[in-house]
C-alpha cells in the first residue's frame, strides 16, 4: 500500500517540469494535491478530461506540477475562468483550487455566484486562515484574536465559515476535510467531482510558516495536532453541547442535493429558442 | 456552393450590427453584464446564442465576464463581450491575462461619458487611452473603432479576425452615437464573409511546445480537452508555458508579443481616406465623429476647399504611416474628438513635418456636429 501511494502521484506529474515545487517543507497544499490526484485515479478519468484552473497564492500553484490541462488566473477569478471552459466545453471536468483568500475575500462574489448558478464544477477552497503567499496578512477566514502581519494587536473581524456560505448560497454538494484527515478529504474530492452541480471541498490546511509561527503552532506537526483535535465528525456533532463546538469545525458532508445543474437547464433554453 | 442571393436589409442599430458581425465570425459564446449603452449587445445575443447552439451567459460582475469570456476560448470557442466605460474598468485586470496568455477575445466598449458613472447615456471618446493603456504592464493589443452600422457589422468581424490570427485581445470602441443610430445594414451570404479561425497545431501531442517561437510570433493554439495538455498561467513563461523569471526568457517572450503585432502592421493598420488625394487640409478622426467630419469635408469642397478625411478604422497600433502621409501632404490638419485630446497627442507624436495640428473638443456630452467641423476648416 504505502508503496502505491508514493508511486501513484508519479503518474499524474508533470515530467517536464523543473522541480522542486515552491512550497514550504511541510505545507498542506502538498498533502491536497495528493488527495486530488488519489481521488481522480479512483474515478478512472482521463487527463484530457480534466481542466485544473487556480487562482493566484501558494496553493495557486498547485495545477503547474500536474499533467491536465491546467490554468493559473487570476487572484480570485478562478471560477470565472472556470465558468467559461465548462460552458464552452460540457465534456471536460473542470476543478477550481483556490486559497481562503482568494476564494472568499477578493474573489467572494465569484464564488457565491458560482454556487447560487449550480454550474457542474468542482471548487476545493484549501483553507489555511492567511493570506500564505503575500507573508502572513489576515484572510476572512483567520480566527478572531489571532495573530496576523497585518493583524500584529489581534484579529479584530470575524471569520467566514466557508462551507456553510456555499450551502445557504446554493451550492449541490459541500464538504469539509483536513490535510490531517486525508481519507476523508480522498472520499469527499471523489464525491465532488462525480456529482452535478456546483460542489465545494474545504480543505482545512496548515500555513505553519505564516499563521502558526504567528500563534504559537511554528511547526507542521503542531498545526496538524491542532487540525487533529479540533476536527468534529459532522455525524457526532449534533450530540455535543454548542459550547464544545466553539472553536472547533466539523468534518464530513454538509450538503448533497441532487438538482439539475447549469448546463442541463441551459439545455432546455436552447430548445426553447429554437421553438420561438 | 456559391450563394446568389442578393444580399439581406435589414434596419439596425449599431448595437444590433454588432451581434450580427460576431455571430458571423463565428462567435459562439457571450459573457456579460448589463450596462448603458451597451446592454442590447447582451440581450440580443441572450436570444441568439442559444438558438445556435452557443452560450450567452450575465456573469455577477465585469470582472467575471472577463475570466468566462478568456475561459471559453481557451477551451476553443469564439468569445466576446461588451460593456461600457465602468465595466471596461473592471474588466482590465482579466483583459491583461488574455494578453500575456495570448488568448483571442473580443472586447466592445461603447464609450460613454466618464470618468465614473459620468454621463450615462451620452456619447463620448473618453477611453481611448484605457483601451490601449488600461491593463497593467506592457502589453500589445488592437483596438479599432466603429462609425456607422455598417462598420458595427464589418468591423466585428475584422475584430475576431485579427484576434484569432495574432492571439490578442481586440478592442472595439463604440460610443453611444453609432449604438443606437439606425440604418439599413447590407447582410452579405456567410460564404461571402471572410472568416479565420486561430491556428491549431499540427504536430503530435508529444510534441508540441505551446509557446514555441517561429517566424510569425504566433504560436499554434490548441484547445483544452484535445490531447495537447499545457500549462496557462498569467506569469511569464517559457516556450513550454512553464513559469520563468530569467532576463533572457522573459525578454525573448515579451519581445515576440510586440514583433507578432508589428509583423502584421500592413493588415492591422486599417484607415479610410475620402478626398485625400489633393486634400490641403484634412481631418483625422474616428467613431461617430468621422461621421460629422465627412460632411463637413463635402461642405468645405462645396466651397471649394480643398480638404479630406482621414479616418483611423485602427487606433492602435497607432497607425503611424497613413498619418504621417496626411501631415506630409496638408497645410494642417483638425483632429476633432469627443474628449480632451487623446488621439490628437498621438498625431502630434507621429508629425514629422511643419503641419499645424489643431484640436477640437467637446467634453460636456454632446456630438460634434457637421457644421462645428466645417467652422473649423474654413480657417485652415
Ligand atoms: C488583484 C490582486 N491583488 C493582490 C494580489 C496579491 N496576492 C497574491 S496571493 C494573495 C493572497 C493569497 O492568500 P490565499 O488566497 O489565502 O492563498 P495562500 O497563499 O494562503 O494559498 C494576494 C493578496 C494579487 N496577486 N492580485
Ligand atoms: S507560506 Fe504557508 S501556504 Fe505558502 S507554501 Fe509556505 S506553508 Fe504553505
Not at chain 1, 481519507?183 to 462525480?194: E, F, N, S, V
Not at chain 2, 506592457?138 to 455598417?150: E, F, M, Q, T, Y
Not at chain 2, 502592421?265 to 474616428?286: G, H, L, N, P, R
Not at chain 2, 485630446?341 to 498625431?347: A, L, M, N, P
Request: with cysteine; proline share 5%; hydrophobic share 40%.
Amino acid at each position: 500500500m504505502p508503496n502505491n501511494a508514493t508511486r501513484l502521484p508519479h503518474d499524474y506529474l508533470r515530467h517536464d517540469k523543473k522541480f522542486p515545487h515552491v512550497w514550504c517543507p511541510g505545507c498542506g497544499n502538498g498533502i491536497v494535491l495528493g488527495s486530488l490526484i488519489r481521488a481522480i485515479d479512483n474515478i478512472g478519468l482521463e487527463k484530457d478530461e480534466i481542466v485544473m484552473a487556480s487562482g493566484i497564492g501558494c496553493s495557486g500553484r498547485l495545477p503547474v506540477y500536474v499533467d491536465f490541462n491546467t490554468l493559473h488566473t487570476t487572484h480570485g477569478r478562478a471560477l470565472t475562468f472556470a465558468t467559461g471552459i465548462k460552458l464552452a466545453k460540457p465534456s471536460l471536468k473542470v476543478i477550481a483550487v483556490m486559497g481562503d483568500g482568494d476564494a472568499t475575500a477578493i474573489g467572494g462574489n465569484h464564488f457565491i455566484h458560482a454556487a447560487r448558478r449550480n454550474l457542474d464544477l468542482t471548487a476545493i477552497i484549501i483553507n489555511n486562515q492567511i493570506f500564505g503567499m503575500t507573508g502572513g496578512q489576515y484572510s476572512p477566514t483567520t480566527p478572531y484574536g489571532c495573530k496576523a502581519s497585518t493583524a500584529l494587536y489581534g484579529n479584530i473581524e470575524h471569520a467566514f465559515s466557508i462551507a456553510e456560505l456555499a450551502v445557504t448560497a446554493g451550492a449541490s454538494y459541500v464538504a469539509r476535510s483536513s490535510v490531517f484527515h486525508a481519507k476523508l478529504l480522498d472520499k469527499i474530492i471523489a464525491q465532488g467531482i462525480q456529482r452535478r452541480g456546483f460542489s465545494v471541498i474545504v480543505a482545512m490546511s496548515n500555513c505553519h510558516v505564516q499563521y502558526g509561527r504567528r500563534n504559537q503552532m511554528g511547526s507542521p506537526v503542531i498545526m496538524m495536532e491542532w487540525l487533529r483535535d479540533h476536527a468534529v465528525r459532522i455525524e457526532k456533532a449534533g450530540d455535543l453541547p454548542a459550547k464544545d463546538l466553539q472553536d472547533k469545525f466539523t468534518i464530513g458532508v454538509l450538503a448533497d442535493v441532487d438538482k439539475p445543474d447549469y448546463i442541463e437547464e441551459y439545455q432546455k433554453i436552447r430548445e426553447r429558442a429554437k421553438e420561438g | 456552393m456559391a450563394n446568389n442571393d442578393p444580399p439581406k436589409k435589414l434596419l439596425l442599430q449599431g448595437n444590433e450590427a454588432i451581434v450580427e458581425g460576431a455571430l458571423a465570425a463565428g462567435c459562439r459564446f457571450f459573457a456579460g453584464y448589463p450596462i448603458t449603452p451597451a446592454s442590447e449587445i447582451s440581450e440580443m445575443m441572450s436570444v441568439r446564442l442559444p438558438r445556435q447552439d452557443g452560450t450567452f451567459i450575465q456573469m455577477e460582475d465585469e470582472i467575471a465576464s472577463m475570466g468566462a469570456v478568456v475561459g471559453a476560448s481557451l477551451a476553443g470557442v469564439k468569445s466576446m463581450t461588451a460593456t461600457s466605460g465602468p465595466g471596461f474598468s473592471l474588466m482590465q485586470e482579466n483583459l491583461g491575462f488574455a494578453c500575456i496568455t495570448e488568448t483571442p477575445c473580443v472586447i466592445v466598449n461603447v464609450m460613454r461619458g466618464g470618468p465614473s458613472t459620468g454621463l450615462p447615456t451620452s456619447p463620448a471618446q473618453g477611453d481611448v487611452m484605457q483601451a490601449r493603456w488600461g491593463t497593467h504592464g506592457d502589453h500589445p493589443v488592437i483596438v479599432l473603432a466603429v462609425s456607422s452600422v455598417g462598420d458595427c457589422f464589418d468591423i466585428t468581424i475584422h475584430a475576431f479576425n485579427l484576434s484569432e490570427k495574432y492571439r490578442v485581445p481586440v478592442i472595439i470602441l463604440s460610443d453611444e452615437v453609432v449604438a443606437h443610430t439606425r440604418e439599413i445594414l447590407a447582410l452579405p451570404a456567410g460564404d461571402k464573409i471572410e472568416v479565420i479561425d486561430r491556428i491549431r497545431p499540427s504536430t503530435p501531442p508529444e510534441w508540441y511546445i505551446p509557446y514555441e517561437e517561429n517566424s510569425r510570433g504566433v504560436p499554434p493554439m490548441a484547445a483544452m480537452g484535445e490531447g495537447y495538455r499545457h500549462h496557462v498561467t498569467g506569469l511569464i513563461h517559457d516556450q513550454r508555458g512553464f513559469p520563468t523569471q530569467k532576463p533572457k526568457e522573459t525578454e525573448a517572450f515579451m519581445k515576440r508579443l510586440f514583433r507578432k503585432i508589428t509583423h502584421g502592421f500592413y493588415e492591422i493598420q486599417m484607415t479610410k481616406s475620402i478626398m485625400m488625394e489633393d486634400a490641403e487640409v484634412a481631418v483625422i478622426a474616428y467613431g461617430s465623429v468621422a461621421r460629422s467630419a465627412q460632411r463637413a469635408v463635402m461642405q468645405a469642397r462645396q466651397q471649394n476647399i480643398k480638404a479630406g478625411l482621414l479616418q483611423l478604422i485602427t487606433m492602435f497600433p497607432f497607425p503611424k504611416n497613413a498619418v504621417d502621409t496626411a501631415l506630409r501632404q496638408c497645410r494642417s490638419v483638425l483632429v476633432p474628438e469627443m474628449n480632451i485630446g487623446q488621439i490628437s497627442r498621438e498625431v502630434k507624436r507621429a508629425n514629422t513635418s511643419d503641419c499645424r495640428v489643431l484640436k477640437y473638443n467637446r467634453i460636456d456630452g454632446q456630438i460634434i456636429t457637421p457644421t462645428e467641423i466645417f467652422t473649423e476648416l474654413k480657417d485652415m
